[in-house]
T-cell receptor, first 111, second 107 residues
Framework: KAGVTQTPRYLIKTRGQQVTLSCSPI?????VSWYQQTPGQGLQFLFE???????NKGNFPGRFSGRQFSNSRSEMNVSTLELGDSALYLC??????????FGPGTRLTVT | GQSLEQPSEVTAVEGAIVQINCTYQ??????LSWYQQHDGGAPTFLSY????GLEETGRFSSFLSRSDSYGYLLLQELQMKDSASYFC????????FGTGTRLQVFP
């Protein structure tokens, strides 16, 4: 069974731009969660989608948004990028919340 | 609010046993999960405890005490490949991660 895939793997953007990241979950997994990982803050929960509905949201500004499609694929969007948004963005899919399977992540650098 | 505490770094030698502790403060607690992340890699699931007690999976074991809001990951017969960061994560209506413990295994 194929694992979680994320595209692109690396991205460089400038301040003020927007970015869209994509995640394809493991086949059969309907839950997709997104996390931001930085050296100082560790893994921080962004949001969780289940069957195209946002089920939970973390403490991030409204510039961070996401969606899930009927095939469970998910995208997250960050608008008006700031330098502090530079991070590794991880997507995880699961059948249940306690055991999540992570993709390789998208490394976003904002200059 | 929600908070998790785990040591920032632990060192050990090959063949040794190491314990990584995690204390948490949260509401709506369902259980405690553990993840391993090698440098440059993605986190991978290790174990989950919903009930008090010890869960064993090969060389790794995980323990939970709900009354003490405390858990630990026990790694036995350490190998060089175990050098990685280890995260505890509380399962509530979302998954909240600790800041991670960097384990360095020396020969």
């Amino acid at each position: 069974k194929a694992g979680v895939t994320q595209t692109p793997r690396y991205l460089i953007k400038t301040r003020g731009q927007q970015v869209t990241l994509s995640c394809s979950p493991i086949s059969g997994h309907r839950s997709v969660s997104w996390y931001q990982q930085t050296p100082g803050q560790g893994l921080q929960f962004l949001f969780e989608y289940f069957s195209e509905t946002q089920r939970n949201k973390g403490n991030f500004p409204g510039r961070f948004s996401g969606r899930q499609f009927s095939n469970s694929r998910s995208e997250m969007n960050v608008s008006t990028l700031e330098l502090g948004d530079s991070a590794l963005y991880l997507c995880a899919s699961s059948l249940n919340r306690n055991e999540q399977y992570f993709g390789p992540g998208t490394r976003l650098t904002v200059t | 609010g929600q908070s998790l505490e785990q040591p920032s770094e632990v060192t050990a030698v090959e063949g040794a046993i190491v314990q990584i502790n995690c204390t948490y403060q949260t509401s709506g607690f369902y259980g405690l999960s553990w993840y391993q992340q090698h440098d440059g890699g993605a986190p991978t699931f290790l174990s989950y405890n919903a009930l008090d007690g010890l869960e064993e999976t090969g060389r790794f074991s995980s323990f939970l005490s709900r009354s003490d809001s405390y858990g630990y990951l026990l790694l036995q017969e350490l190998q060089m490949k175990d050098s990685a960061s280890y995260f505890c994560a509380v399962v509530t209506d979302k998954l909240i991660f600790g800041t991670g413990t960097r384990l360095q295994v020396f020969p």
